[in-house]
């Protein structure tokens, strides 16, 4: 049997068609995949929220008459003291653009109160939280630094959580800001292809009850990235509908997913390397000219190749 459609009803049902396959493939576009997240459960929110611990010590008033441009945030076990002091011999020295602080925890196992107090009041550098500081609580302590920035320093520019035992080409670094957006802008090196790791051994398993879905929103890797800082206390309020998990990196970018930012590559014009080195390398001292981070530097490494890099980097 044959159907003969009148032309006109062929021609309007194509037309319908088409309209309402853009009208989607627009409104996907425009929100992403994203949902309309509810908050999370009193409890679950517990755990990160910044309301639920308090500080040991802080320095609430380093911002107070000044706005850094660029705020080096970074994390570090309590006992790490040589890390911290190379750090600050480093790149991390404060300067005319930059401060740096170091967040910790509490030791698992005790205090170390007296020697940290101390360290405290010769470098006023040191924020100390009443958690336990571990691998598995690095949210929590990411968490607090975006509360601490929102609320302590909120007029600066950008800030970088940064690992100490990360090479940071300041210089370059710094440069490159100065045209980078002022608002909503997160960068380092991008992943956009993460998975949960299921194996019950990794580092990095996530169970599927904390974690179902089955792959990770872009985010950045945790060694070093960096942002504007309004979105410190945009991230800080996205916590209420993201469950914690114990991945920092990957729980800033499902914090991010939920205000619809994405990160930014942070790649060379003309051989699209990334600028956020993941790998270790030897020391080059031009070769780093043109890198922002090269990762795993040992405090002695770091201390070693500084004065080369600082006072040689501009020739390159
Ligand atoms: C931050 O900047 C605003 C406007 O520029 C100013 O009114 C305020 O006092 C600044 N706050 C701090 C803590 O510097
Ligand atoms: C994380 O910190 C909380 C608060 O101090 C503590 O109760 C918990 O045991 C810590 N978790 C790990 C895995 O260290």
């Not at 003969?4 to 194509?14: E, G, N, Q, R």
């Not at 974690?211 to 990770?216: A, C, I, M």
């Not at 922002?292 to 040992?298: D, E, L, P, S």
């Not at 002695?300 to 501009?314: A, C, I, N, Q």
Request: proline letters at 6%; charged letters at 20%.
């Amino acid at each position: 049997m044959r159907i003969i459609y009148p032309w006109s009803l062929v021609k309007f049902l194509a037309v319908s068609a088409v309209l309402v396959l853009s009208a989607q493939i627009v409104s996907r576009v425009a929100l992403g995949k994203r949902s309309t997240p509810s908050p999370l459960p009193v409890e679950e929110y517990r755990v990160i929220s910044p309301e639920t611990y308090r500080y040991i010590i802080n320095q609430p008033a380093v911002c107070e008459d000044r706005s850094p441009f660029l705020l080096f945030m970074v994390p570090v076990a309590p006992l790490e003291v040589a890390a911290r002091e190379a750090v600050r011999k480093t790149w991390g020295a404060p300067s005319q653009d930059t401060l740096t602080l170091f967040y910790v925890g509490v030791p698992e196992g005790g205090q170390v109160a007296s020697t940290l107090e101390e360290e405290s009041m010769k470098h006023a550098d040191i924020i100390q939280v009443n958690f336990q500081d571990s691998y598995q609580n690095l949210t929590i302590k990411t968490m607090m630094m975006m509360n601490w920035l929102a609320t302590h320093c909120p007029n600066a520019s950008y800030a970088m959580k940064v690992d100490a035992d990360i090479f940071v080409n300041v210089f370059y670094l710094i440069r490159r800001l100065r045209g980078a957006p002022r608002q909503g802008f997160i960068t380092g090196s991008v992943i956009r292809d993460g998975t949960p790791r299921r194996d019950s051994n990794s580092k990095w398993h996530v169970s599927e009850e904390l974690y179902p879905e089955d792959s990770f929103p872009w985010y950045v890797s945790g060694a070093g990235y960096v942002f504007s800082a309004d979105l410190a206390a945009r991230i800080s309020w996205a916590s209420r509908f993201v469950r914690m998990i114990p991945l920092e990196d990957v729980y800033v970018g499902l914090c991010l997913r939920v205000l619809g930012v994405r990160p930014a590559y942070s790649l060379s014009l003309l051989t699209f390397r990334n600028l956020f080195e993941l790998r270790k390398l030897d020391y080059d001292r031009c070769t780093f000219a043109k890198l922002v981070i090269v990762n795993q530097f040992k405090p002695s490494e770091l201390l070693r190749v500084w004065p080369d890099f600082s006072k040689g980097h501009t020739s390159c």
